[in-house]
């Protein structure tokens, strides 16, 4: 079965140094993988997506991901970080089984950036 | 603003009663989808309709039944509750075709006393 896998449950930085929160996925297919982050009481907001294409994927608040099929991972990446992106990060693989978006996610990294 | 609306916020109750959660989707949109998030079980798929129709489900309890009306908005009922079924229940809406990601609403936190 296909399954995403974190395996930080926290990433601290400091504040302008550069992050990466790491994914590994594990389909059968061709994967469509997701980023989405969390705010505290907040719901999931979309930061990107690999669909097919460019290995490094843009997407808001300056984040990027970079797709691997050889070692199966997306991480998520940002140049510089910033106090305001503490959340939670959360990694997904859409279901490869019938005709549904639904995603499977994984168990979410807390980021923390310090000032 | 995700665009997708989630009633009520914050719900609080107790063991044994029944509630109603309520879901309407972005314009346009005509998949919803219900998730589960509790601290031991993380972000848990519950079901989706496509529609009003159902397209996919998950690890749902028998408890729990779902609908989406033709307006498109959906309804999760939660019946005999007990305290573990305290969660973050979060809705989400996805346009057509296999690649569309999904947009959350703010969720409706239940507390059961």
């Known amino acids: 079965a296909q399954s995403v896998a974190q395996p930080e449950d926290q990433v601290n930085v400091a504040e302008g140094n550069p992050l990466t929160v790491k994914c590994t996925y594990s389909?059968?297919?061709?994967?469509?993988l997701f980023w989405y982050v969390q705010y505290p009481n907040r719901g999931l907001q979309f930061l990107l997506k690999?669909?097919?294409?460019?290995?490094l994927v843009k997407g808001s608040y300056g984040f990027e991901a970079e797709f691997n099929k050889s070692q199966t991972s997306f991480h998520l990446k940002k140049p510089s970080a910033l106090v305001s992106d503490s959340a939670l990060y959360f990694c997904?693989?859409?279901?490869?089984?019938?005709?549904?978006?639904?995603?499977?996610f994984g168990t979410g990294t807390l980021l923390a950036v310090q000032p | 603003d995700s665009g997708v609306t989630q009633t009520p916020k914050h719900l609080i109750t107790a063991t044994g009663q029944r509630v109603t959660l309520r879901c309407s989707p972005r314009?346009?949109?005509?998949?919803v989808y219900w998730y589960q998030q509790s601290l031991d079980q993380g972000l848990q798929f519950l079901i989706q309709?496509?529609?009003?129709?159902?397209?996919a489900k998950g690890n749902i309890l028998e408890r729990f039944s779902a609908q989406q009306f033709p307006d498109l908005h959906s309804e999760l009922n939660l019946s005999s509750l007990e305290l573990g079924d305290s969660a973050l229940y979060f809705c989400?809406?996805?346009?057509?075709?296999?690649?569309?990601?999904?947009?959350f609403g703010e969720g409706s936190r239940l507390t059961v006393l």
């Open positions: 989400a809406s996805s346009v057509s075709g296999v690649s569309g990601e999904l947009f």
């Open positions: 389909v059968s297919g061709n994967p469509y």
């Open positions: 690999y669909i097919t294409g460019d290995n």
């Open positions: 997904a693989v859409r279901d490869e089984r019938g005709a549904t978006n639904k995603l499977i």
């Open positions: 314009s346009g949109d005509l998949s």
């Open positions: 309709y496509y529609n009003g129709e159902e397209r």
